[in-house]
T-cell receptor, first 116, second 112 residues
Framework: DVKVTQSSRYLVKRTGEKVFLECVQDMDHENMFWYRQDPGLGLRLIYFSYDVKMKEKGDIPEGYSVSREKKERFSLILESASTNQTSMYLC???????????????FGPGTRLLVL | SQKIEQNSEALNIQEGKTATLTCNYTNYSPAYLQWYRQDPGRGPVFLLLIRENEKEKRKERLKVTFDTTLKQSLFHITASQPADSATYLCALGSSGTYKYIFGTGTRLKVLA
């Protein structure tokens, strides 16, 4: 069974703090994604990575950065947290193209972040 | 711009009936469409994928149809059970890109 884990289920931070959200997958997936989910807006892609040290901006990258130093780990960084970054953050991964099932996204349990 | 629409209103149905959820899209030519289930406070879980050249896909009590002319997918749960209560998301993907576009989801409640 594919497992995607996220470092925290709930986080409370202060405005201006640097925030690290970590995601780990155990199935040797090449592609990893960070989304945020807000009521009425659905899932919006922040960043994704298709290989170690490779990243591409999604639809809403402003205020965020990412790091992928190892294949299994993808970190989302909020350099200076703001109240409008209060949200549910979801990490996902997909298998490599060669497996034939690249399209299926496996999601972590989510991190609910509150910025005060 | 690309847009996916799912009925934002909750759908309440009686246990044993068939639930039908709709996903419409515009300004997009997807290579495939996916349906996910999401329980409160949890990440989405993949259910079914249907490709642009497929009309229908089934998995146990689930059935998905895909009409690229109407730009619409229908998701059916037959013999629904209270345990099917959740939010259901549709997502579109195309070949050559890693990006997916998600709908906002429809909340289904199956009444015992």
């Amino acid at each position: 069974d594919v497992k995607v884990t996220q470092s925290s289920r709930y986080l409370v931070k202060r405005t201006g703090e640097k925030v690290f959200l970590e995601c780990v997958q155990d199935m040797d997936h090449e592609n990893m994604f960070w989304y945020r989910q807000d009521p009425g807006l659905g899932l919006r892609l922040i960043y994704f990575s298709y290989d170690v040290k490779m990243k591409e901006k999604g639809d809403i990258p402003e205020g965020y950065s990412v790091s992928r130093e190892k294949k299994e780990r993808f970190s989302l960084i909020l350099e200076s947290a703001s109240t409008n970054q209060t949200s549910m953050y979801l990490c996902a991964s997909t298998p490599s193209r060669a497996s034939g099932t690249r399209e299926t996204q496996y999601f972590g349990p989510g991190t609910r972040l509150l910025v005060l | 711009s690309q847009k996916i629409e799912q009925n934002s209103e909750a759908l309440n149905i009686q246990e044993g009936k068939t639930a039908t959820l709709t996903c419409n899209y515009t300004n997009y030519s997807p290579a495939y469409l996916q349906w996910y289930r999401q329980d409160p406070g949890r990440g989405p879980v993949f259910l079914l994928l249907i490709r642009e050249n497929e009309k229908e896909k089934r998995k146990e009590r689930l059935k998905v149809t895909f009409d690229t002319t109407l730009k619409q997918s229908l998701f059916h749960i037959t013999a629904s059970q209270p345990a099917d209560s959740a939010t259901y998301l549709c997502a579109l993907g195309s070949s050559g890109t890693y990006k997916y576009i998600f709908g906002t989801g429809t909340r289904l409640k199956v009444l015992a």
